[in-house]
């Protein structure tokens, strides 16, 4: 392809039909591709799921665990913390005053 005869903004609109072609291209040939390999599976008696062991997986990522309150405000019963991350501005000034954060426990 001789791109010479082209000049600058046709070379970039060139550019920016060639990239969302290669991203459609991208697309189909995958959606072709698990086609192809579901009927592969299948022709073998697996589903494709079985094949890649996610059979019976949940999707998604798990939510990060929340920890246990190991500390009360005695101001605010509602405000609590677990003891990691940092300190609640109302611990802080808890041991501000000089209290121990042990008086603080759950």
């Given at each position: 392809m001789d791109l010479?005869?082209?000049?600058?903004?046709?070379?970039?609109k060139l550019q920016k039909d060639l990239d969302?072609?290669?991203?459609?291209?991208?697309?189909?040939?995958?959606v072709t591709l698990i086609n192809e390999l579901?009927?592969?599976?299948?022709?073998?008696g697996f589903s494709l799921n079985e094949v890649?062991?996610?059979?019976?997986?949940?999707?998604g990522k798990k939510a990060?665990?929340?920890?246990?309150?190991?500390?009360?405000?005695?101001?605010?019963?509602s405000q609590t913390w677990s003891g990691r991350g940092r300190k609640p501005q109302w611990a802080l000034k808890w041991l501000g005053e000089g209290k121990s954060l042990e008086d603080l426990r759950v």
């Amino acid at each position: 392809m001789d791109l010479s005869g082209l000049n600058l903004p046709q070379l970039y609109k060139l550019q920016k039909d060639l990239d969302a072609e290669i991203v459609r291209r991208k697309e189909t040939d995958k959606v072709t591709l698990i086609n192809e390999l579901q009927q592969l599976a299948a022709s073998k008696g697996f589903s494709l799921n079985e094949v890649l062991g996610l059979e019976g997986k949940k999707a998604g990522k798990k939510a990060a665990a929340t920890s246990k309150a190991q500390y009360r405000n005695p101001e605010d019963a509602s405000q609590t913390w677990s003891g990691r991350g940092r300190k609640p501005q109302w611990a802080l000034k808890w041991l501000g005053e000089g209290k121990s954060l042990e008086d603080l426990r759950v």
